[in-house]
């Protein structure tokens, strides 16, 4: 008897339960229903000529894997956040720190929502299961960040609002001068309709800075403050955002193994989507600069992209 | 408020109105066209989920599961379930999976592009939960996989045989919804609401009898989360028909037309199943279709929402009528293109025939012919496919393949054939949606059987017929 699937026959090694459970189950491309959202055709992304279920995600979670991950994570992150909101630690931060960092965080929580909403796009409509697979984890992965980020926020700043009108995060998001360049950059994101730019804007250009940022910001300042409830959240974020920059870069060598044309259509829409990304990290490190913690970690945040865009042979965008 | 409240109300702040693009940006109102609603706000998911909880239930819900499944195929539990079972568990899988992929694909649209806030959270847990369920089905062929043939190139005959077919139309069809209300009818009331408690209720029921306990163990676990998208489901339609008079109308269509395609595809499809791939028999399928759509659905729902308006579904009578023969009908077709499937079929047996006998009035009269014909010697195998409908993509065989009820209609020049009004009404309805399918029948037009098969994707043993039943 077999003891795989038909379509990893042939190959030197076994696949693994990642594969099996994950690669090769798209419906195909021959469409019975037509409507106008329809299902999978090759034309809905520019880049061509790529075998989509090539696509492997270099952490190889699927939902078993991950559900018990993150049912772990939770509890340890959970566990932190209540005994600092219910024990008096947070009463005992700095005060300036804990409206600042409240500010910030409670602003963050709607851009991680909105990358929520952006991955769903591609989970709906690109052509590969295991690239589905990794968008819909991600968002998934979003959604306990903005959750959590609130939480967090709430906590620092003494506690929810009655009204959506009163909440300080949502005023923070719509509001705050630091934080328009990046809600700019995501509700822009959140306009595109080609899956894989969706990916780049999003994945590549603005996670690929506000990430590394965070995690930077979080740790170093945190620790100065004895916040350890802030830095239990930006090292919970980090472990799932850096499986999600992850798949990103495998989702870059895919395609532009797969077709050099793919690079330069890669490169154009970084080249479009980099500079509002850039100007929302920059915002951001001005308007919280928790006594320049956050230039240190928005440099290393440039250093670390700029990195990854080096190994996917893409350039830096030019216009500074 | 509580902890849980507290949670889910975080996830219901993180709406804000966009003003850096236009609002008909972010969320197109095509996506909702036709449905009217004032406070969008107001709606609300009856669960309440947090992505805390959600993790923490489901990470036990999987940690029975898993193991109780390995344990099953471990100590010799797959080799020990009915042989004829298993052969009906290879067309039962790629449809589960079919229908698990399309959903998860579906509401994550749903989750990006509905109007109400908290209706886009619901569907995005209910998105994951899909991507469970279809890996847990692809775990089952995988161990099936290891034991029989039938299994090992599921995914190809799920996009090119023309037993998965009407699967992927069907499920294509709740993807490509265009209004993600639509999407939530089809799915969470059709699917869910009407069908899934005969799905992985009632069919387990009958393959306990059968040997298969793991199945058994993984419709539970998926109907565990199934109770919560029903809840969206009918928390959904229920404030769309409270809310504004004008949507009426359009939901009916809605559920008229879902009824159907689901009697169509997975109703008459299944009925095979508990009266026939199961040697051990428990509820005949007419009588499953009975208690768990008929009296519990229909009746439920009209009960429930009448006092708004809502009808039963338009073929509903077609329906009941139909549950008298399709599974013998559609049996009697397969049986005839053996030679072209991924699994065997076999020659009802006098405990069969009794059965039949039993509970349905009509068979020996519709259908003892065929099988005495089939005892005397004809292997009654037909060289090329069946005419199939334009819609659900079945053989136009029903209610009997000796009176098939086939319609036609002219469109864009040609004319388009179906198995029924009440595909064909669909199709009227919305002809540039469905008149664009090219079925496998006229793909396949003028092939042999050996050229039919490759096209399929099926190797040399596969099909024939089961010895052993």
Not at chain 1, 4 to 27: D, I
Not at chain 1, 104 to 127: D, H, I, K, N, S
Not at chain 2, 447 to 463: F, P, T, Y
């Amino acid at each position: 008897m077999p003891k795989t699937f038909a379509w990893f026959e042939g190959r030197k090694r076994p696949p693994s339960e990642y594969e099996e459970l994950t690669v090769g189950l798209h419906f195909g491309e021959d469409a019975l229903v037509h409507t106008r959202v329809g299902t999978w055709t090759l034309d809905n992304t520019r880049l061509a000529n790529v075998a989509w279920e090539d696509f492997r995600d270099p952490a190889a979670l699927h939902y078993r894997s991950w559900v018990a991950l993150q049912a772990g994570a939770e509890r340890e992150l959970g566990a932190t956040l209540d005994l600092a909101a219910s024990a008096g630690f947070v009463d005992g931060l700095d005060a300036g720190w804990r409206r600042e960092m409240g500010t910030l965080t409670g602003g963050l929580a709607f851009a991680e929502w909105g990358v929520a909403m952006a991955l769903q796009y591609v989970e709906r409509f690109c052509l590969s299961s295991a690239i589905a697979q990794s968008a819909q984890l991600q968002v998934c992965d979003e959604l306990r960040h903005a959750q959590r980020a609130l939480e967090w926020a709430d906590a620092l700043s003494g506690g929810a609002s009655a009204s959506a009108a009163e909440d300080p995060a949502r005023q923070a998001w719509m509001e705050n001068p630091a934080l328009q360049p990046l809600r700019r950059a995501v509700e822009l994101a959140l306009t595109l309709t080609d899956w894989g730019e969706v990916i780049v804007a999003v994945n590549l250009c603005l996670e690929g800075l506000l990430q590394p940022f965070q995690r930077e910001l979080h740790l170093t300042a945190a620790r100065r403050e004895r916040d350890m409830g802030t830095a239990m959240l930006g090292r919970h974020c980090w472990i799932d955002e850096e499986r999600h920059l992850g798949w990103t870069d495998a989702f870059l060598r895919l395609v532009i193994d797969a077709d050099p044309a793919n690079r330069v259509t890669l490169q154009t829409w970084y080249d479009t989507h980099a500079p509002a990304a850039r100007e929302a990290l920059d915002a951001l490190a001005a308007g919280f600069p928790f006594g320049g913690v956050a230039a240190d970690a928005a440099a290393t945040a440039r250093t670390e992209l700029a990195k990854r865009l080096a190994a996917a042979g893409l350039e830096e965008a030019t216009d500074r | 408020m509580s902890n849980q409240t507290a949670e889910y109300t975080r996830t219901k702040r993180l709406y804000w109105e966009p003003s850096y693009v236009a609002k008909e940006a972010i969320y197109p109102p095509a996506n909702y066209e036709g449905i009217h609603f004032s406070d969008w706000d107001r709606w609300d998911d009856p669960f309440h989920m947090s992505f805390k909880q959600y993790v923490e239930i489901q990470a036990k819900k999987d940690n029975g599961f898993h193991p109780a499944r390995d344990a099953f195929d471990r100590y010799g539990g797959t080799d020990k379930m009915d042989p004829r079972w298993v052969e009906g568990m290879k067309v039962v899988y790629p449809i589960l999976f079919h229908g698990e992929y399309g959903a998860l694909r579906s509401h994550a649209r749903v989750s990006r592009y509905a109007p109400a806030p908290a209706l886009r959270a619901a569907a995005f847990y209910q998105s994951i939960d899909e991507l469970r369920h279809s890996q847990n089905h692809v775990y089952q062929m995988r161990m099936f996989n290891r034991h029989t043939d039938g299994f090992a190139n599921w995914a190809e005959w799920k996009r090119h045989h023309f037993l998965l077919q009407p699967a992927k139309m069907l499920f294509e069809d709740i993807v490509a919804c265009e209004n993600v209300f639509e999407s939530v009818m089809g799915l969470n009331i059709l699917v869910e609401v009407a069908y899934t408690n005969l799905v992985f209720v009632g069919i387990p029921s009958v393959g306990v009898l059968n040997g298969d306990l793991a199945g058994a163990g993984e419709f539970l676990t998926t109907q565990s989360d199934e109770t919560r998208h029903m809840a969206i489901g009918q928390s959904t339609l229920r404030t769309l028909l409270e809310g504004d008079d004008r949507n009426l109308p359009v939901i009916q269509y809605w559920l008229d037309k879902w009824f159907w395609l689901l009697h169509r595809i997975i109703g008459c499809p299944l009925g095979v199943i508990p009266d026939y791939f199961a040697k051990r028999k428990a509820l005949p399928m007419r009588q499953m279709f009975q208690r768990y759509i008929v009296d519990n659905y229909v009746a439920g729902m009209v009960e429930d929402l009448g006092k708004y308006g809502l009808q039963p579904p338009r073929f509903l009578d077609d329906a009941v009528a139909e549950m008298e023969d399709a599974p013998h009908t559609l049996f009697r077709t397969l049986f005839q293109y053996k030679h072209m499937l991924f699994n065997k079929m076999f020659v009802p047996t006098e405990a069969d025939m009794e059965f039949f006998g039993e509970h349905y009035p009509h068979w020996e009269e519709r259908h003892g012919a065929f099988w005495d014909e089939v005892r005397a010697g004809d292997p009654k195998d037909l060289p090329s496919l069946p005419m199939l409908c334009q819609v659900c993509q079945l053989p136009c065989v029903f209610p009997v393949p000796e009176r098939p009820t086939i319609r036609g209609t002219e469109w864009g020049g040609e004319v388009r054939w179906f198995c029924s009004d009440g595909c064909q009404w669909i199709f009227e309805h919305e002809p540039e949606r469905y008149s664009k399918a090219v079925g496998l029948d006229r793909v396949l037009t003028g092939k042999d059987v050996a050229q039919i098969r490759e096209h399929m994707h099926l190797s040399g043993k596969l099909g024939g017929v089961l010895e052993e039943c």
